[in-house]
């Protein structure tokens, strides 16, 4: 019944992310793969209950489902933090699934009668097939939450190039997904008791369901990387420059600036308008100011002002901005009407729009806590 229980709960999520106003690839990806859960756990509660003796094909037909989950995984991920939209390439990242599906192919023109003997001398005269199985789904399975982990960590990484303030879109529930499916294939790999797996499963289709849904707003990912917000600065008269617009995106990297065509005189010339207009206009106090509202400001493209910022600060856009911000904040605690507020207060003042955000900034520009800074200052 506690398996059963998980089949209907894949069901019942895949059938709201079908069903809900406004789905994305992420959305159908979820729901496809909530779908694929149901008819794993599925295939393993009719092999509990014997069915194999009815129709031992429909329970072989689940035997290659293990190797889609850690496709899945990336998939959604890559659909969730790539703005690029997904094609149908992506079904390359299933070819070990259906391959599977290929060495157990003579399995399924056995007569029922040899089907069942399969069964029950388990798995012999396959073994061979059966161990080529298992270490593929070892390889794939690491493979997978590796570079499932690896997009994610690309993907905050952008961000920083991108974005001052990051909380709110980091997507750390992902790393929690990773997470879990790490802990089934280390169950997969190391314990090897179907009983285990599947219940942990459960309780992965519970969680997966509940947050997956709950989070639906998170999953427009290409609103969370390139929608601007409301524009507070106005492109400012006299700063257009006479520079080429880069042919090719600039990337981020150990080469990322080797094709850029800006010169060094128009770099130096929109470092020197970038540090004018931050120590005059303060624009780092908009807690939602981005890198495109910058340079738009400026009247530059946006990979040129990333360019100046990484080359004459040694920074990204979200530290270059936070470093304004924490020194805002040390500035407003010497001004003696301030002591009236909070430390948070005051931080939200200078553009940070969590406690958790300017913590964190604070003490990788000042070494300390923002509490122990301001004790020391009495």
Same mark, same amino acid.
């Given at each position: 019944?506690?398996?059963?229980?998980?089949?209907?709960?894949? $069901?019942? =999520?895949?059938?709201?992310? =079908?069903?809900?106003?406004?789905?994305?690839?992420?959305?159908?990806? +979820?729901?496809?793969?909530?779908?694929?859960?149901?008819?794993?756990?599925?295939?393993?509660?009719?092999? &509990? /209950?014997?069915?194999?003796?009815?129709?031992?094909?429909?329970?072989?037909?689940?035997?290659?489902?293990?190797?889609? %989950?850690?496709?899945?995984?990336?998939?959604?991920? &890559?659909?969730?933090?790539?703005?690029?939209?997904?094609?149908?390439?992506? $079904?390359?990242? =299933?070819?070990? !699934?259906? =391959?599977?599906?290929?060495? @157990?192919?003579?399995?399924?023109?056995?007569?029922?009668?040899?089907?069942?003997?399969?069964?029950?001398?388990?798995? %012999?005269?396959?073994? &061979?097939?059966?161990?080529?199985?298992?270490?593929?789904?070892?390889?794939?399975?690491?493979?997978?939450?590796?570079?499932?982990?690896?997009?994610?960590? /690309?993907?905050?990484?952008?961000?920083?190039?991108?974005?001052?303030?990051?909380?709110?879109? *980091?997507?750390?529930?992902?790393?929690?997904?990773?997470?879990?499916?790490?802990?089934?294939?280390?169950?997969?790999? !190391?314990? /090897?008791?179907?009983?285990?797996? !599947?219940?942990?499963?459960?309780?992965?289709? +519970?969680?997966?369901?509940? #947050?997956?849904? *709950?989070?639906?707003?998170? @999953?427009?990912?290409?609103?969370?990387?390139?929608?601007?917000?409301?524009?507070?600065?106005?492109? *400012?008269?006299?700063?257009?420059?006479?520079?080429?617009?880069?042919?090719?995106?600039?990337?981020?990297?150990?080469?990322?600036?080797?094709?850029?065509?800006?010169?060094?005189?128009?770099?130096?010339?929109?470092?020197?308008?970038?540090?004018?207009?931050? /120590?005059?206009?303060?624009?780092?106090?908009?807690?939602?100011?981005?890198?495109?509202?910058?340079?738009?400001?400026?009247?530059?493209?946006?990979?040129? $002002?990333?360019?100046?910022?990484?080359?004459?600060?040694?920074?990204?856009?979200?530290?270059?901005?936070?470093?304004?911000?924490?020194?805002?904040?040390?500035?407003?605690?010497?001004?003696?009407?301030?002591?009236?507020?909070?430390?948070?207060?005051?931080?939200?003042?200078?553009? #940070?729009?969590?406690?958790?955000?300017?913590? *964190?900034?604070?003490?990788?520009?000042?070494?300390?806590?923002?509490?122990?800074?301001?004790?020391?200052?009495?």
């Amino acid at each position: 019944m506690f398996y059963f229980a998980g089949i209907i709960l894949s $069901l019942f =999520f895949a059938f709201v992310l =079908f069903t809900k106003k406004g789905k994305n690839t992420s959305d159908y990806l +979820l729901a496809v793969w909530l779908l694929f859960i149901g008819w794993h756990l599925g295939s393993y509660y009719l092999t &509990k /209950q014997d069915y194999y003796l009815v129709n031992p094909a429909l329970i072989g037909l689940g035997l290659p489902l293990p190797l889609v %989950h850690g496709a899945f995984l990336y998939v959604y991920i &890559k659909a969730l933090t790539d703005p690029k939209p997904m094609t149908w390439s992506i $079904l390359i990242y =299933f070819t070990p !699934f259906v =391959f599977a599906y290929f060495i @157990f192919a003579p399995f399924f023109f056995l007569s029922h009668e040899d089907q069942i003997n399969v069964y029950k001398n388990e798995g %012999h005269p396959y073994e &061979k097939r059966l161990l080529i199985h298992s270490i593929l789904l070892n390889v794939v399975g690491v493979f997978y939450i590796i570079r499932s982990y690896l997009q994610l960590s /690309q993907y905050r990484q952008s961000l920083k190039n991108q974005f001052s303030n990051i909380e709110k879109i *980091r997507l750390d529930w992902l790393t929690y997904l990773i997470v879990w499916i790490g802990l089934l294939w280390l169950v997969i790999i !190391f314990i /090897q008791k179907d009983a285990l797996i !599947f219940a942990v499963a459960v309780f992965f289709i +519970l969680w997966l369901g509940y #947050f997956g849904i *709950r989070q639906v707003s998170l @999953f427009q990912n290409s609103d969370i990387l390139y929608t601007p917000s409301s524009v507070i600065l106005q492109t *400012r008269p006299g700063l257009e420059l006479t520079i080429p617009e880069p042919e090719n995106e600039i990337k981020t990297g150990p080469i990322k600036y080797q094709k850029s065509s800006l010169s060094d005189e128009a770099s130096e010339e929109i470092y020197s308008r970038l540090k004018e207009i931050m /120590q005059n206009e303060k624009c780092y106090k908009d807690p939602e100011i981005r890198l495109t509202q910058l340079a738009n400001y400026l009247n530059v493209n946006p990979n040129y $002002l990333s360019q100046v910022i990484n080359s004459k600060e040694n920074k990204n856009f979200y530290d270059f901005i936070n470093e304004y911000r924490v020194q805002e904040f040390k500035d407003s605690l010497t001004v003696p009407a301030n002591k009236n507020y909070t430390l948070l207060a005051l931080a939200m003042e200078c553009g #940070f729009n969590s406690k958790t955000s300017f913590n *964190r900034n604070f003490k990788k520009v000042t070494g300390i806590a923002p509490t122990e800074y301001a004790s020391g200052l009495k």
